[in-house]
């Protein structure tokens, strides 16, 4: 039998925190938390390559979305994932900041119609990603 290559297992170890994390949620009460963190990962993937895709997304946006696509898919990180809780934090920043310039880029309708999650944590993702600055106002946001 054939060892699995380190990114393998770091992805299997990743999922499986993630996993633990959402059934101790369950556990504890936190349903709804449990549920939007279980499908905030695959909801984010969807969303990056629906807009991908999109025609009206600008050029610029599409390529932060594909840098920060082949960056959340390599295995090489600048903290090892199997560092607990700060592990993914470097994917998050770097889907965060992809996300933050497309909601600078893109008109706010195009990025609802590609998300498939529940509306709410779109809106409270889209709100997260564009906290701080201000010197151009989101276009998705209200």
């Known amino acids: ?28 009460g936190r349903v709804l938390l449990a549920r939007e963190l279980a499908l905030l990962l695959p909801n984010v993937i969807r969303l990056f390559g629906g807009l ?3 025609g009206r997304v600008p050029l610029p946006a599409k390529i932060v979305l594909a840098i920060a696509s082949v960056w959340l898919a390599s295995p090489i990180d600048l903290i090892p994932e199997f560092i607990p809780i700060v592990g ?8 965060a900041i992809a996300l933050r310039f497309v909601l600078r880029t893109t008109d706010g309708a195009v990025i609802r119609q590609h998300w498939h999650g529940d509306a709410a944590t779109l809106e409270r993702l889209l709100r997260l990603v564009a906290w701080g600055g201000r010197r151009s106002a989101p276009r998705a946001l209200p």
């Open 1 to 28: 039998m054939t060892e699995l290559p380190g990114w393998a297992q770091i992805l299997i170890v990743v999922l499986a925190l993630w996993t633990i994390v959402v059934i101790v949620l369950v556990i504890v």
């Open 52 to 54: 991908l895709r999109d």
């Open 88 to 95: 993914s934090l470097d994917d998050a920043i770097v889907a």
